[in-house]
Protein backbone atom coordinates (compact mmCIF):
# COMPACT_ATOMS: atom_id res chain seq x y z
CA UNK A 1 0.00 0.00 0.00
CA UNK A 2 2.97 2.13 0.49
CA UNK A 3 3.72 1.77 -3.30
CA UNK A 4 7.26 0.33 -2.25
CA UNK A 5 8.71 -3.09 -3.84
CA UNK A 6 9.05 -5.89 -1.92
CA UNK A 7 11.48 -9.04 -3.28
CA UNK A 8 9.79 -12.31 -2.99
CA UNK A 9 12.30 -15.40 -2.88
CA UNK A 10 11.45 -18.16 -4.99
CA UNK A 11 13.36 -21.04 -4.88
CA UNK A 12 12.97 -24.03 -7.57
CA UNK A 13 12.67 -27.65 -6.42
CA UNK A 14 15.66 -28.73 -7.56
CA UNK A 15 17.62 -26.09 -5.47
CA UNK A 16 15.09 -27.02 -2.74
CA UNK A 17 15.84 -30.70 -2.87
CA UNK A 18 19.63 -29.66 -2.12
CA UNK A 19 20.69 -31.06 -5.61
CA UNK A 20 22.74 -30.30 -8.49
CA UNK A 21 21.10 -27.46 -10.22
CA UNK A 22 22.55 -29.27 -13.66
CA UNK A 23 20.39 -32.41 -13.40
CA UNK A 24 16.77 -30.73 -13.54
CA UNK A 25 15.86 -34.03 -15.47
CA UNK A 26 15.55 -37.69 -14.16
CA UNK A 27 17.67 -39.14 -16.94
CA UNK A 28 20.33 -37.08 -18.84
CA UNK A 29 21.79 -39.60 -21.18
CA UNK A 30 23.95 -36.65 -22.38
CA UNK A 31 26.03 -36.34 -18.89
CA UNK A 32 24.98 -39.80 -17.80
CA UNK A 33 23.73 -38.01 -14.59
CA UNK A 34 20.00 -39.11 -12.81
CA UNK A 35 18.43 -35.99 -11.60
CA UNK A 36 15.11 -36.53 -9.14
CA UNK A 37 12.20 -38.62 -9.85
CA UNK A 38 8.80 -37.33 -9.20
CA UNK A 39 8.69 -39.03 -5.83
CA UNK A 40 12.00 -37.16 -4.81
CA UNK A 41 10.20 -33.63 -5.66
CA UNK A 42 6.58 -34.74 -3.70
CA UNK A 43 9.05 -35.61 -1.05
CA UNK A 44 10.66 -31.92 -1.65
CA UNK A 45 6.93 -30.26 -1.43
CA UNK A 46 5.81 -32.79 1.52
CA UNK A 47 9.01 -31.46 3.91
CA UNK A 48 8.65 -27.90 2.58
CA UNK A 49 4.53 -27.49 2.10
CA UNK A 50 2.95 -30.21 4.21
CA UNK A 51 1.33 -33.23 2.78
CA UNK A 52 -1.80 -31.62 1.89
CA UNK A 53 0.03 -29.55 -0.57
CA UNK A 54 0.93 -32.76 -2.49
CA UNK A 55 -2.59 -32.75 -4.36
CA UNK A 56 -1.48 -29.33 -5.75
CA UNK A 57 1.65 -30.85 -6.78
CA UNK A 58 -0.32 -33.34 -8.55
CA UNK A 59 -2.12 -30.70 -10.22
CA UNK A 60 0.74 -29.18 -11.78
CA UNK A 61 1.82 -32.72 -13.24
CA UNK A 62 -1.20 -33.58 -14.56
CA UNK A 63 -1.98 -29.63 -16.38
CA UNK A 64 1.47 -30.57 -17.88
CA UNK A 65 0.85 -33.85 -19.13
CA UNK A 66 -2.43 -32.51 -20.64
CA UNK A 67 -1.31 -29.71 -22.45
CA UNK A 68 1.46 -31.66 -23.78
CA UNK A 69 4.48 -30.19 -22.00
CA UNK A 70 7.52 -33.36 -21.75
CA UNK A 71 9.48 -30.59 -20.68
CA UNK A 72 8.21 -29.93 -17.62
CA UNK A 73 11.49 -30.50 -15.30
CA UNK A 74 13.14 -29.94 -12.14
CA UNK A 75 13.39 -26.25 -11.98
CA UNK A 76 10.21 -25.09 -13.79
CA UNK A 77 8.42 -25.63 -10.35
CA UNK A 78 9.36 -23.30 -7.41
CA UNK A 79 8.50 -22.18 -3.92
CA UNK A 80 7.93 -18.53 -2.93
CA UNK A 81 9.60 -17.78 0.02
CA UNK A 82 7.37 -14.78 1.64
CA UNK A 83 8.37 -12.42 4.01
CA UNK A 84 6.18 -13.51 6.83
CA UNK A 85 7.77 -16.49 6.59
CA UNK A 86 4.96 -18.75 4.65
CA UNK A 87 6.11 -21.07 1.99
CA UNK A 88 3.99 -21.50 -0.74
CA UNK A 89 4.02 -22.42 -4.53
CA UNK A 90 5.40 -19.54 -7.38
CA UNK A 91 2.23 -19.32 -10.14
CA UNK A 92 3.56 -21.64 -12.96
CA UNK A 93 5.98 -20.23 -15.85
CA UNK A 94 7.64 -22.03 -18.61
CA UNK A 95 4.71 -24.08 -19.63
CA UNK A 96 5.03 -25.01 -23.21
CA UNK A 97 3.61 -27.96 -25.63
CA UNK A 98 6.05 -29.67 -26.92
CA UNK A 99 4.13 -31.93 -28.22
CA UNK A 100 2.86 -29.44 -31.02
CA UNK A 101 6.41 -28.91 -32.53
CA UNK A 102 7.84 -31.91 -35.35
CA UNK A 103 10.67 -33.40 -34.04
CA UNK A 104 10.76 -32.37 -30.39
CA UNK A 105 11.43 -35.15 -28.46
CA UNK A 106 8.36 -36.70 -26.78
CA UNK A 107 10.58 -38.60 -23.32
CA UNK A 108 9.54 -36.68 -20.24
CA UNK A 109 11.40 -34.91 -17.50
CA UNK A 110 10.28 -37.07 -15.08
CA UNK A 111 9.12 -40.64 -15.50
CA UNK A 112 5.05 -41.22 -14.68
CA UNK A 113 4.73 -44.46 -13.19
CA UNK A 114 7.31 -45.49 -15.27
CA UNK A 115 6.30 -44.36 -18.00
CA UNK A 116 8.78 -42.15 -19.82
CA UNK A 117 7.30 -40.70 -23.18
CA UNK A 118 4.25 -38.06 -22.66
CA UNK A 119 2.08 -39.68 -25.65
CA UNK A 120 1.77 -43.00 -23.31
CA UNK A 121 0.72 -41.49 -19.96
CA UNK A 122 -2.65 -42.34 -18.87
CA UNK A 123 -4.87 -41.06 -15.87
CA UNK A 124 -4.26 -44.41 -14.28
CA UNK A 125 -0.44 -43.55 -14.54
CA UNK A 126 -0.88 -40.42 -12.89
CA UNK A 127 -2.78 -41.65 -10.28
CA UNK A 128 -0.76 -44.73 -9.13
CA UNK A 129 1.91 -42.20 -9.32
CA UNK A 130 0.40 -40.12 -6.78
CA UNK A 131 -0.37 -43.44 -4.59
CA UNK A 132 3.55 -43.64 -5.13
CA UNK A 133 3.81 -40.26 -2.77
CA UNK A 134 1.14 -41.52 -0.69
CA UNK A 135 -2.07 -39.87 -2.06
CA UNK A 136 -5.13 -41.88 -1.88
CA UNK A 137 -6.01 -43.26 -4.96
CA UNK A 138 -9.30 -41.26 -4.67
CA UNK A 139 -8.16 -38.31 -4.07
CA UNK A 140 -5.61 -38.40 -6.71
CA UNK A 141 -7.87 -39.75 -9.19
CA UNK A 142 -10.66 -36.70 -8.45
CA UNK A 143 -7.43 -34.29 -8.33
CA UNK A 144 -6.11 -35.48 -11.86
CA UNK A 145 -9.78 -35.65 -13.73
CA UNK A 146 -10.57 -32.58 -12.33
CA UNK A 147 -7.85 -30.73 -13.78
CA UNK A 148 -8.15 -32.52 -17.00
CA UNK A 149 -11.66 -31.55 -16.80
CA UNK A 150 -10.87 -27.60 -16.14
CA UNK A 151 -8.50 -27.86 -18.54
CA UNK A 152 -10.21 -28.85 -21.46
CA UNK A 153 -13.15 -26.36 -20.20
CA UNK A 154 -10.84 -23.37 -20.79
CA UNK A 155 -9.10 -24.40 -24.04
CA UNK A 156 -11.53 -23.25 -26.11
CA UNK A 157 -11.76 -19.35 -24.28
CA UNK A 158 -8.00 -19.01 -24.02
CA UNK A 159 -7.75 -19.95 -28.10
CA UNK A 160 -9.80 -16.90 -28.39
CA UNK A 161 -8.63 -14.86 -25.93
CA UNK A 162 -5.17 -15.29 -27.20
CA UNK A 163 -5.77 -14.83 -30.81
CA UNK A 164 -7.95 -11.39 -29.63
CA UNK A 165 -4.81 -10.28 -27.76
CA UNK A 166 -2.68 -10.65 -31.38
CA UNK A 167 -1.70 -13.93 -30.73
CA UNK A 168 -0.12 -15.95 -34.06
CA UNK A 169 -3.81 -17.88 -35.39
CA UNK A 170 -2.22 -20.83 -36.51
CA UNK A 171 -0.16 -21.17 -33.97
CA UNK A 172 -3.20 -21.41 -31.76
CA UNK A 173 -4.87 -23.21 -33.86
CA UNK A 174 -2.39 -25.77 -33.49
CA UNK A 175 -2.12 -25.46 -30.15
CA UNK A 176 -5.68 -25.70 -29.42
CA UNK A 177 -6.11 -29.11 -31.91
CA UNK A 178 -3.43 -30.46 -30.24
CA UNK A 179 -4.66 -29.90 -26.65
CA UNK A 180 -7.88 -31.04 -27.67
CA UNK A 181 -7.05 -33.92 -29.06
CA UNK A 182 -4.59 -34.93 -26.09
CA UNK A 183 -7.93 -34.15 -23.56
CA UNK A 184 -10.01 -36.69 -25.80
CA UNK A 185 -7.59 -39.21 -25.87
CA UNK A 186 -6.70 -38.98 -21.59
CA UNK A 187 -10.50 -39.33 -21.41
CA UNK A 188 -10.75 -42.55 -23.74
Not at 58 to 87: C, K, M, P, Y
Request: charged share 25%; proline share 2%.
Amino acid sequence: SSGSVHRIHQEDLLSAAGRDPLHKYEYDDEHGHRGPTLRDLAATVASHLGLAQLARFLDVVAFNVIIGNADAHARNVSFLLRQDGSVGFSPLYDLICTRVYDGVSTDLSQRINGQHDIDTVTIDDLVAEAESWGLTNRLARRRVIDTFTRTSGALDAAARDTRTAGGDGSMVDSLHETIKDRADTLFE
